[in-house]
């Protein structure tokens, strides 16, 4: 496949993360995120819009300062904010196209997604989803350069999904498979970038985000003996090649660094 001499790619980013509104992504993988970084991979981060109109916020240029300080924060590479509409964000051929143009310039091997439907919370985020798993479909396809600006096809080989939101339980979805990701060394980082948005997050209430994510994530990497996890579910049952060490890996973890008891219950 060539590209266009007109066309100059930047840097290919490993993964990229989508979000409805700037601190989407902070709240539910931030944590993630930072680690990624650290691990040495290149990520980004796309908010489909500027989370603009709301309440305690001057208006799009305060809320686009404030992503920009949350990703200095986590240290990613790339920071995109779409300008599709707030509040009346809908899946369409149009908004897919948008994002799967960010997809054909950046290259990601892989994309993190929103999960699901948010319960009293903005409906962006259900058409998030559906505009997420399309735009990954959309990069591939070829014979259709015309319409992404002749960006060339890329294949995007994972797709995984993280749960956004407090009243979201984590349960089973069919055809997945759940996956905590360890952030016992980012949770700080993340709770930073969080009060990044000043905007959103102030006095009490910013106690009540922070408390509630850090009891979230502090739940989750119990599970798996880590201080602190993110969930994710992927597009596909994992494999492992290795299923005792796999398995007993996890069982020490939570053993050593948590107490829970399943030592003294195998004996
Ligand atoms: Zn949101």
Known sequence: MTTPASIELPEPLDIIA??????D????????LAQLVKQGYRVGMVDLTDGEPTPGSSGPEQRLEEARKAAEILGVHERITLT???RKLFDSFETRVELAKVFRRYRPSMVLGILEKTPLASPDHWQAMQITDAAV??????????????LPVHRIR?????????RQSGAEQVGTSQVIADISDCLDQKLEAIKAYESQF????LEQVLTTVRAQNQSWGAICGFSAGELFYTSHLLGVNDLYRTVNHAIKGTTDNLELGIRSQNR
């Open 202 to 205: 102030s006095g009490e209430r």
């Open 84 to 86: 599709l509409p707030n």
């Open 25 to 32: 992504l902070e709240i539910a993988c931030g944590g993630t």
């Open 18 to 23: 989508v979000g409805a509104h700037p601190d």
């Open 137 to 150: 479909f959309y990069s591939r396809l070829c014979k259709w350069d015309d319409q992404f600006d002749n």
């Open 158 to 166: 994972s797709l995984t999904w993280y749960p956004l939101g407090f």
